[in-house]
Nanobody
Framework: EVQLVESGGGLVQAGGSLRLSCDASGFAFDGHAIGWFRQAPGKEREGVSCISSSDGSTDYADSVKGRFTISSDNAKSMVHLQMNSLKPEDTAVYYC?????????????WGQGTQVTVSS
């Protein structure tokens, strides 16, 4: 059974940092990409970042470039999202998802999400 479990969310002041983790199981981690998405109340879900476990290539939304860093621990089948210089507009539920590639491939499996709240 494919499972993705997010952790690491919480409440932080603006300018602070959080590290999210996505624990993946039930599929060939090395052959997939893991993406982070977020959805704020009343807004559509948006892509935040993605990493290809096979070659380590990464991608970021413009809104988080320079502040967020995605990394992959293939030995543990985990992906982390280090979030620095957090802003109130980063407040959202953050989800990780798996696909064959970061682009051009459907996101077939999703975690339950972890809440990130940034206070001003």
């Amino acid at each position: 059974e494919v499972q993705l479990v997010e952790s690491g969310g919480g409440l932080v002041q603006a300018g602070g940092s959080l590290r999210l983790s996505c624990d993946a199981s039930g599929f060939a981690f090395d052959g997939h990409a893991i993406g982070w998405f977020r959805q704020a109340p009343g807004k559509e879900r948006e892509g935040v970042s993605c990493i290809s476990s096979s070659d380590g290539s990464t991608d970021y939304a413009d809104s988080v470039k320079g502040r967020f860093t995605i990394s992959s621990d293939n030995a543990k089948s985990m992906v982390h999202l280090q979030m620095n210089s957090l802003k109130p507009e980063d407040t959202a539920v953050y989800y990780c998802a798996a696909a064959l590639r970061c682009s051009g491939s459907p996101w077939g499996s999703w975690g339950q999400g972890t809440q990130v709240t940034v206070s001003s």
